[in-house]
């Protein structure tokens, strides 16, 4: 991001930029470079058919390397397309989720988060409150997390001060809930995985680099519905200004095309992704940040739907095992950007926001 000033306070639900800082409402500051992160006015569409066909071409590659890198570098978020996930599985989970989300509020609270050790579970609108507005956050989640019984690539087991176990609705209550969930779940970390190995070589490290650092990942599921916020409302968001903490987080949203994501550029404006049908949104995490040395970007974003129709998002937060320790890579410290001793050695906690 390139750095502007201003001595205008931050007001409620604003991520600005004060004296060479970005500064959310919710007193999270970060120092701003002058490099090219946050130089961007749309969200890049980048065609991953390379990573899915034999027959592509070391070209064809090359070029979804450079794009991956420019995606990375300047904004933190793309939209991927030709990604290879059987979309009936994205539409059972879009299923699932509305099926549960339709159960009366007495029957969701019974699998509410606040009785899980794990916070696995439900919240129900303006339980969260991200810009610290009078109301908070109208949406409401079912959070659910990796499973590694059911993981093939995975190493098969989790050390068990890393278990998260999920609050599942009754089948009698929501039959395609559980199904659809571990369906996508699986679908998304498939696809993770091979991303992986390509963001690998984007880094400029061995492909094979994180296999063994996601042999039981953070693989959660955080399926939302987001009801139509009035256009006037100032008291509530639909989710407040945030980064992720994990490595990769991708989103599928229904209706593909509703505009309600908002992502924050250098320029203090908020950029809007356009996606087509059958897509998803990826944005990187705070742990690539901190692995790039902040050379790839985490980038703020939130959620406001004042579109006058129900949005319904399932974000998959992909993070490497719970228990591995990041640290910048050699390769992205110098003089001119030397480490941030304040942030290392990260460890990679399971905590998630939502989109």
Request: proline share 7%; charged share 25%.
């Amino acid at each position: 991001m390139s750095e502007t000033t201003t001595t205008e306070p931050v007001a409620a639900g604003v991520a600005g930029i004060i004296d060479g800082k970005l500064v959310l409402s919710q007193g999270i500051s970060r120092t701003l470079s002058s490099g090219v992160g946050g130089q961007f006015d749309k969200i890049p569409v980048i065609d991953l058919s390379p990573i899915n066909s034999d027959s592509a071409s070391s070209a064809h590659f090359d070029r979804l390397i450079e794009e991956l890198r420019d995606a990375c570098t300047r904004v933190g978020f793309f939209v991927i397309k030709n990604h290879g996930v059987d979309w009936t599985i994205v539409e059972r989970a879009f299923a699932g989720a509305k099926e549960f989300f339709e159960l009366p509020l007495e029957v969701k609270k019974k699998y509410h988060q606040s009785l899980s050790p794990s916070f696995m579970g439900y919240e129900e609108p303006y339980y969260t409150n991200v810009d610290r507005l009078k109301k908070g956050d109208l949406k409401e989640s079912m959070t659910t997390g990796y499973e590694p019984e059911l993981d093939a690539e995975g190493a098969g087991y989790q050390p068990e001060i890393l278990y998260r176990k999920n609050q599942w609705p009754e089948d009698e209550e929501s039959p395609l809930f559980k199904p659809a969930m571990r369906e996508y779940r699986a679908a998304c970390l498939g696809l993770m995985r091979k991303l992986s190995k390509v963001m690998a070589k984007v880094i400029g490290i061995d492909e094979t680099y994180f296999d063994n650092k996601a042999s039981y990942p953070v693989a959660g599921i955080r399926a939302l519905y987001y009801p139509p916020q009035a256009p006037d409302d100032d008291e509530s968001t639909g989710l407040g200004a945030h980064t992720d903490v994990q490595f990769m987080t991708m989103i599928a949203q229904d209706p593909f095309d509703i505009e309600s994501l908002e992502v924050f550029n250098a320029s203090g404006q908020w950029i809007k992704p356009k996606l087509e049908p059958q897509t998803f949104v990826v944005n990187l995490g705070d742990m690539m940040a901190r692995l790039t040395n902040d050379t790839y970007q985490s980038t703020v974003h939130r959620v406001r739907n004042k579109t006058g129709k129900a949005r319904y998002s399932l974000p998959f937060f992909f993070g490497l095992n719970n228990d591995e320790l990041v640290s910048p890579l050699p390769q992205f410290i110098s003089p001119e950007n030397p480490v941030d001793k304040s942030k290392i050695p990260a460890r990679i906690t399971n905590r998630h926001v939502s989109h």
